[in-house]
């Protein structure tokens, strides 16, 4: 009997024993987490992470960069250009004083580079120079007429800045306004801070009625089609006609003639400029709010004004000529801004860097807070462009980096200096 009971508890030791292996074995497996390096670090994967929402960003380490200041107090002393230096001071300006946060992930498999950044940034800055009539002074040119047709405001934009050899840089320019539209950031070349266009077709052109006269306001306006484009990388998306302008028809209306039926049939009530202020009946209701206005073309806009019984000023609209809603309705538009740059799909090596980010382009909200950017940026390893800088994506391989950040302006810049890319297994 004895010898029963030892042979029992014989066995249960022998099972604890097996049971306990088997516990230690499945602590010991933990599964991967996103850890912070000191360089970025661009590992190898067999399945590209080609979305901001791909599995393999959850578990990729990352770097912080810390951001400081690289250029400030720089104005643009280009006539007719106003509003555009929004971090004249800086890290104090830029996303309102707030950390900018700004981190990177990188990975590689046979064909392309991949870079993920994400940074704060609390308003979204959508419009690149664009037109505005008899707009907002501008309290770093205050010298300067801020009457009749204006280029204002600028855009948000992550710049990356690749040594190519001891005097030349590779550009990457992400801009809401003028490239993430079509899925691409803007791919320049340059020594320093003096950079150009790579070579083929841009992502963007100007959109003025005379290219010799910077006054001289826009050539186009949206044609009230629906802006559909098929990104390279999220598929299809509709464009917000109030900040980019791809379908387009020509501008419309006598701008001259339309201030002054505006000032006679709009002004007592919704403010000289637009600000809602009247002096006959204060509205309260401001028609210069970024964008709003152009989301509606001039037949629209004829619907909706004429239509509401409870707007006092359908019956000023409806006693207008059709020529004189023209001239009225390319007033309204000019509030807004008309979009400055027209959008156009983009060839040869200006096409090389692909992007996608988290912003919904059908409709953004300029005044609306923004949670943050997160974007991808993806681009061959190897292009065969001279003006590109080639990676050879094998372990240990480093790339020195510059990168800048800019929030509403086009000139200064915050950002991190001698940063570097490193290939690893």
Same mark, same amino acid.
């Given at each position: 009997m004895a010898g029963h009971t030892k042979f029992i508890i014989a066995i249960v030791l022998m099972i604890l024993i097996n049971a306990s292996c088997t516990f230690d074995t499945n602590e010991i497996? /933990?599964?991967?987490?996103s850890e912070q390096t000191f360089l970025l670090e661009a590992a190898y994967t067999s399945q590209a992470p080609g979305s901001i929402n791909a599995d393999y960003w959850s578990t990729a380490d990352y770097v912080t960069i810390s951001v400081k200041d690289i250029v400030t107090q720089q104005v643009d002393e280009t006539s007719g250009l106003l509003n555009v230096n929004g971090m004249y001071n800086g890290l104090g300006d830029f996303n309102q004083g707030s950390d900018a946060e700004l981190t990177l992930k990188a990975a590689y498999d046979n064909v392309n580079l991949y870079v993920l950044v994400s940074w704060q940034d609390k308003r979204y800055?959508?419009?690149?120079?664009?037109w505005l009539y008899n707009g907002p002074e501008d309290p770093l040119k205050l010298n300067e007429d801020r009457f009749g047709w204006t280029s204002q405001q600028s855009d948000d934009n992550i710049i990356f800045s690749f040594e190519k050899t001891s005097d030349e840089r590779d550009i990457w320019k992400w801009s809401l306004a003028l490239s993430e539209p079509l899925g691409y950031a803007i791919d320049m070349h340059g020594a320093a801070l003096d950079w150009v266009p790579d070579g083929g077709k841009p992502t963007f052109e100007r959109n003025v009625k005379d290219q010799n006269d910077i006054y001289s306001g826009p050539k186009y306006q949206w044609n009230g089609q629906d802006q559909e484009v098929t990104r390279n990388l999220a598929g299809n998306t509709i464009l917000d006609p109030a900040f980019f302008l791809m379908n387009?028809?020509?501008f419309a209306g006598d701008i001259v003639e339309g201030e002054s039926t505006y000032q006679v049939a709009c002004g007592f009530c919704h403010g000289k400029g637009g600000e809602g202020n009247g002096s006959f009946h204060n509205t309260g209701v401001p028609l210069n709010i970024p964008g709003w206005l152009n989301r509606y073309s001039q037949q629209q806009l004829d619907? /909706? /004004?004429g239509n509401d019984e409870t707007h006092t000023g359908a019956r000023y609209w409806n006693g207008l000529t059709t020529e004189e809603k023209a001239n009225l309705a390319a007033r309204l538009h000019a509030f807004a801004g008309i979009?400055?740059? /027209? $959008?156009?799909l983009p060839g040869g090596s200006s096409a090389d860097i692909k992007s996608v980010s988290n912003v919904q382009l059908a409709r953004i909200e300029a005044d609306s807070e923004n949670s943050g950017?997160? $974007? $991808? $940026?993806i681009r061959k390893l190897n292009t065969g462009n001279e003006d590109d800088v080639q990676f050879t994506a094998e372990p240990g391989m480093t790339y020195n980096f510059d990168i800048y950040l800019t929030d509403n302006d086009n000139l200064n810049l915050v950002g991190g200096l001698d940063n570097e890319l490193i290939f690893v297994k």
């Open positions: 497996t /933990i599964p991967p987490v800055n959508v419009s690149q120079t664009n387009k028809t020509d619907n /909706i /004004i979009p400055g740059y /027209i $959008l156009q950017y997160t $974007l $991808l $940026l």
